[in-house]
């Protein structure tokens, strides 16, 4: 008797095994590389999940399934699976890593997927031409980011200011705003500790001098004027309009962010995914944080506005590419764009996805500010391979100059910055 | 045969052992150096240069920076946690009225080294924060005064790092030194105390060379953590201000992850490599010495 339960103790397992074998046959599945836990509880996961969901009920033979991997981690972590051959399906990566993984090889062209779209599709897309390279389509943006300036105009109507029209006006404001009991007129870290962030706040404003990174034969070109005053003017922030003590100026950028956190900030040159980010954790509304333009030297011409964001692509390798592209078609459609601008305020990649009705509604307005901030004056600049790098070179030379505001020069630094940049990559 | 079985038996026990050490050690350390000779294309090995990735570390001023500041955290580290966990330990080791109150002590002691060297970093940055770290507000609140941000002030930046490197590896020193000193025997102190030995006296000639052994095992695993920490710098100052806290293990770990300099790399681990041999070649010949028990 007992033999016979558990002989069929054991059929019925087996049976279950075989069911879900046979099964599972029938369903593709994807790996997703994702630095967004779909499961975590802010906005942004909760977003990423439903999104997830509903591709997977669009599609119910692909079983989606999300690896969380840390967003600084994504990039050595993909071109090492692409290279032992156990790439995920679909992966994110950050925008100025392009280049780093066009040439790794880690990642492949889409053309067979879009070589049909006609050029009113393609024109859809806010910046088609982004993720482009040697006329190759590698990846869609899923959201965009544009850099500007949250300010908090509370603060700014009570003392009678007005949106600062040149850095000239905003070193000022920030001068007499520092002056209000425990604030900082100004606040942003330009460091090697995360030299990304110092390219997002101060290559807009080295380009609106007529800066650049780099020649046309990859040689530095960042030893230049524009550069230089970009530079000066964060020594200038810190000694001479004295809006923000030079240990926040060379402090990890996080660390920064938490005095803005705190209520004690007036000004903060950043991305337009951060803004909904820090009305949250600084329990104001969009009526004391609001987001403009990054001002240049000269008077109402505002700095142009670069526009990043996060990229999906699909690995060299990946198994399922077909269900890659499913994947990334409907993370990237108007409906779900309209939804992740609507849920988490992501700037939507499609102009379609302003069709959608969210968008009559006033809570649109940030989205409808960042669009027309981004369109007025895009920055179309190529990052190179060694973005990380090159940046870590430059943000050296902020620090130098913060540190040794009377000893080091900043064109000076520049040169020295920019003949280690050519000798390291054989110039 | 038989003879033969009987004498390879031993060999074919460990030879598992040494498989797995050879898969995880000695390939990927031959593989290093090998590739510390190469220029690299990513993960494909490029042109092959020779030394000069070795010549360019040890010539040039930042690969001199790095060594020296490598040398300066391992060394203000172990001379920091070593002292604290000696005292410590000495403390620890008096009979207590209430053993609940040792044990309590104890178990307070050891927390540092429960806690991640991510989570140490985080704590310490903000603690140390003087716009709004807990520290910075009491001393404004009580004495007016705006201390100056030891993570970003180049002077202050590596003796907080020493600090903080310490105050996590101090209770791993204690809890061997503690266990050590529970092995010496009570009836030689006593002897000497009959004798008209002072404590330090005590100390000197009877207590530290019988925990002489555990003292240098204890300054070379803290050497080795110390000398190859990653976690703890990239978390609290992020090799800066101005390259003051770079060692040769963050810049491997910046050269490698985040520039892909791989043959670069590779020549930097092959040195800290060659350092750390030298500090337990150096343990090696220490204890080789005279034994006094």
Redesign the interface.
């Known amino acids: 008797m007992k033999s016979r339960i558990l002989l069929m103790i054991l059929c019925a397992v087996m049976a279950m095994v075989m069911g879900n074998i046979v099964f599972a046959q029938g369903t593709i599945k994807i790996k997703l590389w994702t630095f967004i836990d779909p499961t975590a509880e802010s906005i942004r996961s909760q977003a990423h999940n439903y999104v997830h969901q509903k591709f997977m009920e669009k599609y119910p033979n692909i079983k989606l399934e999300a690896d969380v991997i840390g967003w600084k981690?994504l990039d050595?972590m993909l071109?090492?699976a692409v290279?032992v051959k156990q790439p995920p399906e679909v992966s994110m990566f950050y925008s100025p890593s392009l280049m780093?993984h066009v040439?790794?090889?880690s990642i492949q062209p889409l053309d067979r997927f879009v070589q049909d779209w006609t050029d009113e599709q393609k024109a859809d897309f806010i910046a088609w031409d982004s993720t482009v390279v040697n006329g190759h389509k590698y990846g869609f943006h899923y959201d965009h980011r544009v850099t500007g300036m949250v300010y908090r105009k509370d603060i700014l109507d009570k003392a009678g200011f007005a949106y600062p029209e040149s850095l000239g006006e905003l070193g000022e404001q920030a001068e007499k705003l520092t002056d209000l009991p425990d604030m900082m007129g100004f606040i942003n870290a330009a460091?090697?500790?995360?030299p990304i962030n110092t390219m997002e706040i101060s290559m807009p404003i080295a380009y609106s001098e007529g800066g650049r990174l780099l020649h046309e034969d990859g040689r530095a070109a960042f030893n230049s004027p524009a550069f230089a005053k970009t530079v000066n003017y964060w020594k200038k922030m810190v000694y001479e309009y004295k809006a923000m003590?030079?240990?926040?100026a060379?402090?990890?950028n996080e660390?920064a962010n938490?005095?803005l956190y705190?209520g004690?900030g007036v000004f903060h040159i950043t991305c337009s995914h951060r803004v909904g980010y820090i009305r949250d954790r600084s329990g104001l509304s969009e009526k004391e944080w609001q987001f403009g333009p990054i001002p240049s030297f000269q008077p109402n011409v505002p700095s142009p506005t670069a526009v990043f964001g996060w990229v999906l692509a699909i690995p060299t390798g990946s198994k399922e590419p077909e269900a890659a592209w499913k994947f990334i078609e409907h993370f990237t459609s108007p409906e779900m764009q309209a939804y992740l601008a609507e849920k988490p305020h992501y700037m939507p990649v499609r102009k379609s996805a302003f069709d959608y009705p969210w968008f009559e509604t006033p809570e649109a307005s940030d989205v409808y500010n960042f669009f027309n901030i981004a369109k007025e004056k895009p920055l179309a600049v190529v990052l190179p391979e060694?973005t990380?790098?090159l940046w870590?070179y430059i943000s050296?030379v902020f620090?130098?100059v913060i540190?040794e505001p009377e000893r080091i020069d900043a064109l000076a630094g520049l040169n020295e910055a920019a003949e280690k940049y050519n000798k390291k990559f054989g110039y | 045969m038989r003879r033969f079985r009987k004498k390879a038996y031993p060999y074919i026990l460990i030879l598992p052992a040494i498989v797995l050490v050879s898969m995880v050690s000695f390939f990927p350390m031959t593989q290093a150096i090998r590739a510390s000779m190469y220029k690299m294309d990513f993960l494909e090995l490029d042109e092959f240069i020779g030394l000069s990735h070795y010549k360019d570390i040890l010539v040039s001023a930042e690969g001199l920076r790095e060594i020296f500041n490598s040398f300066v955290l391992t060394f203000g580290t172990l001379v920091l946690a070593m002292s604290f966990a000696f005292i410590l330990a000495v403390i620890l080791n008096r009979p207590f009225r209430f053993k609940i109150v040792r044990t309590i002590f104890r178990s307070v002691l050891i927390l540092p080294y429960a806690i991640s060297w991510l989570i140490a970093g985080l704590l310490w940055m903000w603690l140390l924060s003087p716009h709004h770290g807990p520290v910075g507000y009491l001393l404004r609140s009580l004495f007016n005064w705006t201390m100056p941000a030891p993570l970003t002030t180049p002077s202050l930046a590596m003796p907080t790092l020493i600090q903080t490197t310490a105050w996590r590896l101090f209770p791993l020193a204690m809890l061997f030194i503690l266990a050590s000193l529970q092995t010496v025997p009570l009836n030689l102190l006593e002897a000497a105390k009959i004798d008209g030995a002072t404590g330090w006296q005590s100390f000197r000639f009877i207590t530290f060379p019988l925990i002489k052994n555990t003292v240098l095992v204890t300054m070379v695993l803290l050497t080795l953590f110390t000398f190859n920490m990653v976690t703890l710098i990239i978390t609290l100052t992020g090799g800066g201000p101005g390259h003051a806290t770079t060692t040769l293990a963050f810049r491997t770990f910046q050269e490698s992850f985040q520039f892909w300099h791989l043959g670069y790399a590779s020549a930097l681990a092959v040195i800290i490599f060659i350092f750390n041999i030298g500090f337990s070649l150096l343990y090696i010949r220490i204890l080789k010495t005279e034994r006094y028990y």
Do not use: C, F, Y
């Not at chain 1, 003590?245 to 926040?248: A, I, M, T």
């Open positions: 981690q050595p071109i090492r290279k780093l040439n790794a090889g460091n090697t500790v995360s003590p030079s240990d926040v060379l402090m990890d660390a938490a005095i705190a004690k060694h990380t790098e870590t050296e620090e130098r540190m």
